[in-house]
């Protein structure tokens, strides 16, 4: 059985330890990893689609938004969310937990109290008992300025009715409308901004979505997304989309700091590496995902022994090879994972498998792996933020041809793609084998990703893309008032 590892270091020296708590200092919400992301089990292979039918917020409506905010050269730029100053925003989440739409929406929170806006959180669906995640969200919220609200108050309704601006985040937000608002629906429907992330079927319900139609606009991380959206709410549901805006996201100024810094890069390197016991000069090809099967975990851990026996057959020197599985949930082993593991013992790779429990420093893994696998199956991730920060670190990325990866990932440039599915295993496995022997391809490619990253995946550039949204949605609010 593969020996799994926490996530803690081992005790380091005073100056690494120096080095790594003002490394983890600066991380802050939009450095979290996206690990809870529910996985969809569906398998198919996606197509890129006609992105025109969409509103993508290109690099030339960026800049006229910040000519009109007088931006110059020489000049200090302002903060492109400055218009949104003393505006009331509320925030409408289905939950608070470590995954990806909660994380996304409270590093929007603290974007738009840094500029000065009133906001307020409140989280539709919270189990009923007491709960650690949750305590420690709020407070953290509550410390940077956002009030908390309770989803089903008389206070949650007055906000929705004065606010400027409502934002609900997720298909599943879309119940609080008729549970909470019920009459008062109309009247809030113009100002809000729908954000949506998933990727999966059975958010196409009416119960959910069924005033999708109606509201000011939506916003979705990837041009996949929202064409799968507008194809299935037409062809299940019979509603159609309201103006669609298609938003990449971006890296966080913390995260950029820590990837553009090489001594916190060796730093971490060498106490993460220390702590699973392989050497600075082997490879590391890393999945970083909730362990579930529409991560693709399986058909990873398969196409690594498959690679590494096609080494073993052509009898190539390479240095030793290494698979990380970060993710993983060490209390509640599911019966995918314990597949997962039986798997490994049975191909005997105990010592070249390192399953890492669930993670928030997930930079200083990034900071110690070779290469990313982004192998999220079925229609993909709708975008993978986990993808870009890889890239901020220069690594390449082997990821499915399928979802936001095909908008980030240029194939052959920044990485290699190949197709979901048990169809994709073996390309996946000479994948790796490739940058495994081509040292220096490797390593282009990764500077590659990196160029990428600082042309249109960094903070800034998502500032800029959300900017214009907000801007056209409260527009549209205000001539329907």
């Not at 120096?18 to 802050?28: G, R």
């Not at 113009?190 to 196409?204: A, D, S, T």
């Not at 993909?380 to 936001?404: D, H, N, S, V």
Request: glycine content about 6%; proline content about 3%; some cysteine.
């Amino acid at each position: 059985m593969a020996k799994p590892h926490g996530a803690g270091f081992v005790a380091p020296s005073s100056f690494h330890k120096k080095w790594i708590l003002v490394i983890l200092a600066l991380f802050s919400v939009s450095t979290l990893i996206v690990l809870l992301f529910r996985a969809t089990t569906e398998s198919s292979c996606s197509d890129r689609s006609n992105y025109d039918r969409y509103r993508y917020v290109s690099k030339e409506e960026e800049r006229a938004g910040a000519a009109k905010n007088g931006g110059s050269s020489g000049a200090r730029v302002p903060n492109p969310l400055d218009f949104m100053k003393s505006k009331l925003v509320l925030l409408v989440s289905h939950e608070l937990s470590l995954s990806g739409g909660p994380l996304l929406l409270m590093e929007l929170a603290f974007l738009l109290r840094g500029v000065g806006a009133e906001v307020v959180w409140i989280t539709y669906q919270k189990p009923t008992d007491s709960d650690e995640v949750i305590y420690s969200l709020e407070n953290k919220m509550l410390d940077r300025g956002v009030q908390v609200f309770s989803a089903k108050g008389q206070k949650a309704i007055d906000t929705a009715l004065k606010a400027n601006l409502v934002v609900l985040n997720t298909a599943v937000a879309g119940k609080w409308l008729d549970t909470v608002l019920k009459d008062n629906v109309p009247l809030v429907l113009p100002k809000v901004l729908w954000w949506i992330h998933e990727m999966r079927g059975h958010y196409f319900k009416l119960e959910f979505v069924k005033h999708l139609p109606s509201v000011a606009g939506a916003m979705i991380d990837s041009h996949t997304t929202a064409d799968y959206w507008k194809n299935r709410t037409k062809e299940r549901l019979g509603i159609k989309m309201p103006e669609t805006f298609v938003v990449h996201l971006g890296n966080s100024k913390e995260l950029m700091d820590v990837a553009e810094s090489s001594v916190a890069k060796r730093v971490l390197r060498e106490h993460v590496r220390e702590s699973l016991g392989v050497r600075n000069d082997d490879l590391l090809f890393a999945i970083i995902n909730s362990v579930s099967r529409g991560k693709g975990q399986d058909l990873f851990l398969r196409a690594f022994h498959e690679a590494l026996q096609l080494i073993k057959e052509r009898k190539q020197q390479v240095p030793p090879m290494h698979a990380i599985i970060v993710g993983s949930d060490m209390r509640a082993q599911t019966k995918f994972e314990t597949e997962l593991r039986s798997f490994v013992a049975e191909k005997q790779i105990q010592d070249r498998v390192h399953f890492i429990n669930k993670t928030l420093t997930v930079a200083s893994y990034l900071a110690s792996i070779d290469v990313l696998v982004q192998n999220s199956q079925a229609r993909g991730e709708c975008f993978g933020r986990i993808t870009i920060e890889a890239m901020a670190f220069q690594l390449p990325i082997l990821g499915t041809a399928a979802g936001g990866t095909m908008e980030i990932v240029v194939n052959e440039t920044t990485g290699l793609l190949h197709c979901v599915g048990k169809e994709g295993v073996t390309p996946l496995a000479k994948n790796i084998v490739k940058l495994v022997t081509h040292v220096e391809r490797r390593l282009t490619m990764g500077k590659k990703g990196y160029e990428r990253v600082k042309e249109r995946f960094l903070e800034h550039h998502m500032l800029e893309r959300i900017a214009f949204v907000l801007k056209e949605v409260l527009k549209k609010a205000k001539n329907q008032t």
